[in-house]
């Protein structure tokens, strides 16, 4: 067994990191079983067991400095632990209930916009720290988060909110709040907070040092006496736990309402668990919508949310916020109630809306024309957006770029948006298609700019045939990729289950989500399939959120080919380390080869 005293000389990479986040993760399904049970004093005796434990701080360092995209990244006292000795260093030194320094703040410019999103950088020892009681206290949060709830949690993506959308406009359409929350990230009442953690003792501390930090701006310091600080690991499950509630708020609420059931006889009112199914609430962080078929209804609910949202001391933002229908409006749906005119909305990227359909409309339980269709599909910003970057990638960073050299710049953009966008209606309207016309246009532009004097001959030789396709944008080496390539109608995409979480033990069922994720490549899924789900390197389990890397086998320096005999796909850690590896044995080989042929 590890202890923090008897391992300080092994080597990091050399732990038994399997063994170590198999003990781990039981700790966390045993929190999540004791929560979900209602047994409070357990659940707290088993976090605290977790935090003190050296394994969990092994783990926490280790998601903290090579897990973590921003590992190299430091805080303010300049320090990152990228050696064995450094985070064995750190390890020892982790210990909940520590004073943290002030964050370092970097302003992230929004793509399309001329505003800056603030990130506060922490030091890794606070990142480190923040990741150990993370995995104490995300399970127990994970067992009370509400169904509805989608946004930075593991397990839960952009595309199970909006099939949640999906499924539940499918039969009806409906009025719509969609709704954003005005700098929800920096304006959480920190008391209303931790209130609602109901810690106390050396965890209330802790969270209450993070909160209460500062930030250090250009060597200028600021308190921070609201909101949670944007770029911490810890961030988005608190700023989680303090919108929980907003779902069974608004349920009971809903309960008191008197509404007409218009299904039945006239002068009948809705019953109550007609009236909770009447409506729903689909939050994704601090975006959200609420739907129902009449608008007074929506109107009310809007009042709660409202007053919901004060109690923490956030509130709407007024220009993200806005009333609409998905079919169509009323000549009462004016600007005064918060309607903006527009037919549908927009969410997560993604259009929403009903069109009237004869021939295609959607069908009822009993198999009865419903008169119009749901139709997901990319937002205009978002295609104006992705064209944009074409534009820009193809004649201003292209300018120089031989053929090849822009395929692999243009591929990743491509299938990037296209495996994000493809999983909805965007095939079936031609939104893909239209994408692949405007990309060839400009690459035919691109080609006449290179050719001599436009002469057609030297323009055509940019285009090739293969297999059964014409005109393929490609060299011997690299094809380009088509945004059609990548459609994957909403309504075949399987939604989490509703009260699932990664935490209640059923790993054949999270095995198979990881492997069927619409943003994975198909090489990336093929793989995971050949390795059943584990890392060729460490033979651990990949996990929802594990930066994963495809890596040859032999270096395609060394004459390793690009087939998937020579590939594996490892943990972005483990990737870092076989490099490492691979560098010095071929260095070795190669010196070798040199005093044999000497």
């Not at 209303?192 to 953690?197: F, I, P, T, V």
């Not at 250090?216 to 303090?242: H, M, R, W, Y």
């Not at 994704?284 to 929506?298: C, M, R, S, T």
């Not at 393929?472 to 979480?501: C, G, M, W």
Request: glycine share 6%; net charge positive; charged share 30%.
């Amino acid at each position: 067994m590890l202890k923090s005293n008897d391992k300080s000389n092994e080597r990091w990479n050399d732990l038994p990191w399997k063994e170590i986040e198999k003990e781990v993760w039981q700790q966390q399904l045993q929190i999540y079983k004791a929560t979900r049970d209602g047994n409070i004093q357990l659940t707290r005796k088993l976090q605290k067991r977790l935090v003190n434990s050296y394994k969990a701080k092994l783990l926490a360092v280790k998601r903290g400095t090579q897990d973590n995209r921003g590992r190299k990244t430091s805080g303010i006292d300049k320090k990152v632990a990228d050696t064995s000795c450094t985070r064995f260093q750190l390890v020892n030194n982790l210990a909940i209930a520590s004073p943290a320094l002030p964050l370092g703040r970097v302003w992230i410019p929004k793509p399309g916009r001329t505003e800056k999103t603030p990130l506060g950088i922490p030091t890794i020892r606070d990142r480190a720290l923040q990741a150990l009681l993370k995995l104490a206290i995300e399970p127990e949060w994970e067992a009370k988060f509400e169904p509805n709830s989608y946004g930075f949690r593991p397990g839960r993506s952009c595309h199970d909110a909006t099939k949640a959308i999906a499924q539940f406009l499918h039969q009806k359409p409906r009025y719509v709040l969609n709704a954003n929350i005005a700098k929800c990230f920096d304006k959480i009442d920190h008391e209303k907070l931790l209130d609602k953690l109901g810690y106390t003792g050396s965890f209330r501390r802790q969270i209450l040092f993070w909160l209460k930090s500062g930030v250090l701006d250009k060597n200028v310091f600021s308190e921070t006496d609201a909101g949670t600080p944007q770029g911490d690991e810890i961030c988005a499950l608190l700023a989680n736990i303090a919108l929980h509630g907003l779902e069974e708020y608004l349920t009971e609420f809903i309960q008191t309402l008197k509404i007409p059931d218009t299904g039945r006889a006239k002068r009948r009112w809705m019953e109550k668990s007609r009236k909770i199914s009447s409506f729903g609430i689909i939050r994704y962080a601090d975006n959200f919508v609420v739907l129902h078929e009449q608008k007074w209804v929506v109107l009310a609910l809007k009042t709660e949310v409202i007053r919901f949202l004060k109690s923490i001391g956030l509130e709407l933002s007024e220009t993200k916020t806005c009333l609409t229908h998905t079919l169509t409006l009323q000549n009462d749906d004016t600007k005064e109630e918060g309607f903006d005119g527009n037919i549908g909305f927009d969410f997560l990227g993604f259009t929403f809306r009903h069109f009237h359909s004869k021939y295609c409309s959607a069908f009822d339980s009993k198999g009865r024309s419903l008169g119009h269709k749901l139709l997901i599909y990319p937002s205009k910003e978002k295609c104006q957006l992705h064209r944009k970057k074409l534009h820009e990638i193809i004649f201003k960073q292209g300018k120089a770029l031989s053929q090849e050299a822009l395929i692999k710049k243009l591929n990743p953009v491509i299938s990037g948006w296209s495996r994000y966008f493809g999983v909805s209606d965007a095939n079936s309207m031609h939104i893909l298609s239209k994408m692949d016309q405007v990309l060839f246009l400009q690459l035919q532009r691109w080609a006449y700019r290179r050719s001599k004097k436009g002469k057609k001959e030297s323009v055509n030789k940019y285009w090739r045939k293969i297999k059964n396709r014409n005109w393929v944008f490609a060299t011997e080496n690299e094809t380009l990729v088509r945004h059609s390539d990548y459609s994957n109608p909403i309504r075949q995409y399987v939604k989490v289950k509703s009260d699932s979480s990664p935490f209640n033990g059923e790993t054949i069922y999270w095995k198979k989500r990881l492997r069927t994720n619409p943003l994975l490549s198909i090489r990336v899924s093929k793989l995971l399939s050949l390795q059943q789900g584990k890392c060729k390197f460490c033979n651990a389990t990949f996990k929802d959120g594990d930066i994963m890397e495809v890596d040859h086998i032999i270096p395609t320096a060394h004459g390793g080919k690009d087939y998937y005999n020579n590939l594996q796909l490892l943990h972005g850690h483990c990737h870092d380390t076989k490099t490492a590896q691979d560098r010095v044995k071929y260095s070795q080989t190669l010196l070798r080869e040199s005093k044999i042929s000497e």
